[in-house]
């Protein structure tokens, strides 16, 4: 029997079994370059560490509910969008979330604003925060079948948990009195202790007479307001470039946003 073959279950004990995997490159480097044993050990330990990372990163990405990986160097700056830089570079800094404020992204459809809030989620991953994305419709459902359910105030916490909470597509319609307070008590419930981003195709000042009630309305909104940064993207629709119909040199019909 082997001393590889022995090792196997030695590290597969201590949870470091994944080091097999690359053992025999390892064993290779070290005889070419005569390495000593706390150099190769340390070779090994990093290869660890780093595989511990990745693995970490992919978990906690998959529990963002991201749509898409996002990330900031991939964005489209030759598209005819015209944002402020100086501002965006800001947000990505991160500042923000040790601050305890929020991003909220305004623009027409399809200018970026969805990749922006997820390649912000992306790089607070990266950086070790907790991230929740969600299309702000599909909160407002979760919230509405957790009170059929009776684990509203346990639904509700699984929204304030996170570092980050990104509500993607704000104000598509108007919200009822149950919605209006939802949105209400999740606002000030993280305010000062979370941050967020949101993205909506209405400008902010239009965001008043979407809810039911004024009172709570005024109350959220000036918590959000006073505590954010507020980017406005303008510019034709970035998913428009992408269309196979441009890509092939046609032109399409005219769809009301």
């Given amino acids: 029997m082997s001393t590889t073959t022995e090792l196997r279950p030695l590290l597969e004990r201590l949870k470091l079994g994944a080091i097999m995997d690359t053992l025999p490159e390892r064993l290779a480097l070290a005889r070419r370059d005569q390495l000593d044993y706390a150099a190769f050990l340390q070779i090994l330990l990093a290869d660890e560490v780093t595989r511990r990372d990745n693995r970490r990163l992919e978990i906690h990405l998959q529990k963002a509910g991201f749509e898409d990986i996002c990330r900031l160097e991939d964005f489209d700056w030759t598209a005819s969008i015209t944002v402020d830089r100086r501002l965006l570079d800001a947000v990505f800094s991160?500042?923000?979330?040790?601050?305890?404020?929020?991003?909220?992204?305004?623009?027409?459809?399809g200018v970026g604003k969805s990749f922006l809030a997820q390649a912000i989620g992306y790089a607070a991953v990266r950086a070790g925060h907790s991230v929740h994305f969600t299309r702000t419709d599909a909160f407002f459902k979760e919230m509405a079948q957790s009170r059929v359910d009776h684990t509203q105030e346990k639904t509700m916490r699984s929204f304030l948990a996170p570092d980050l909470l990104a509500l993607d597509d704000f104000g598509l319609q108007r919200l009822n009195a149950q919605q209006s307070t939802d949105l209400y008590e999740l606002i000030v419930a993280r305010h000062r202790k979370s941050s967020f981003v949101i993205t909506s195709n209405r400008a902010v000042d239009e965001w008043l007479s979407l809810f039911d009630d004024p009172i709570l309305a005024n109350s959220a909104l000036d918590r959000l307001a006073n505590a954010s940064y507020q980017i406005v993207l303008e510019g034709t629709s970035y998913r428009e470039r992408l269309s196979p119909h441009r890509r092939n040199g046609c032109r399409t019909a005219a769809t009301p946003s």
Avoid: I, Q, T
Wanted: aromatic letters at 6%; a negative charge; hydrophobic letters at 50%.
């Fill in 94 to 109: 991160l500042d923000f979330l040790e601050r305890r404020e929020h991003v909220l992204l305004v623009g027409p459809v």
